[in-house]
């Protein structure tokens, strides 16, 4: 079974600028995450789809963020435009079920971006 | 505000020792706890979750200890081989969503 896909692994973009990253999720997982994770911390949460609408962007800095999910299926996050602080690692999840019916959420290697 | 804190930032322990990590959280809601493994360049993988309603979890040399009264729960690696070298992180929820997740402990095991 194939994993979660991110591309690209590395970015290294100038303050102000835009970047996009792009995930595929295991087939057939309904739910989709985009996480942050800043070096030394734990992931946080920035999104969650189930299928193609959204769940959860509470922490989604929609001034500058957004992401989108067509077709329920791969999901892009976008920056724009970029600041000093958004250098992180994006990571991507899947799960199979929806929110409140138990999950094992299954982790992409993530794109690590640099703002300089 | 972090919701689950996580200890010791870092430790490092001989080949065949007990790895010790400790969470503590705040919301009762919280009915969810599992464990991630994060090795250097890759995502997080499950490797042990537990429910408020048992005390303690085995799986292989791994084990999650909770203690509901104290809010607390630790992970206990048994046996500590250098391929366990890796970022430990706790994590709690409620019904399963919204993953809230420790600051993270690396752990070195020393050959």
């Known amino acids: 079974e194939a994993g979660v896909a991110q591309s690209p692994r590395y970015k290294i973009i100038e303050k102000r600028q835009s970047v996009a990253f792009w995930c595929n999720p295991i087939?057939?997982?309904?739910?989709l995450y985009w996480y942050q994770q800043i070096l030394g911390q734990g992931p946080k949460l920035l999104i969650q789809f189930q299928n193609n609408g959204v769940v959860d962007d509470s922490q989604l800095p929609k001034d500058r963020f957004s992401a989108e999910r067509l077709k329920g299926v791969d999901s892009t996050l976008k920056i724009q435009p970029a600041k000093l602080e958004d250098s992180a690692v994006y990571l991507c999840a899947s799960s199979l079920r929806g929110a409140g019916q138990g999950y094992e959420q299954y982790f992409g290697p993530g794109t690590r971006l640099t703002v300089t | 505000q972090q919701q689950v804190k996580q200890s010791p930032q870092s430790l490092i322990v001989q080949k065949g020792g007990i790895s010790i990590i400790n969470c503590a959280y705040e919301?009762?809601?919280?009915?969810?706890f599992p464990w991630y493994q994060q090795f250097p360049g890759k995502g997080p993988a499950l490797l042990i979750a537990?429910?408020?309603?048992?005390s303690e979890k085995k799986e292989g040399r791994f084990t999650i200890s909770f203690n509901k009264s104290a809010k607390q729960f630790s992970l206990h690696i048994m046996d500590s081989q250098p391929g366990d070298s890796a970022t430990y992180f706790c994590a709690a929820s409620i019904n399963d969503y919204k993953l809230s997740f420790g600051a993270g402990t690396t752990v070195t095991v020393r050959a």
């Open positions: 919301n009762t809601a919280f009915d969810y």
């Open positions: 087939s057939g997982h309904a739910t």
């Open positions: 537990i429910r408020p309603d048992v």
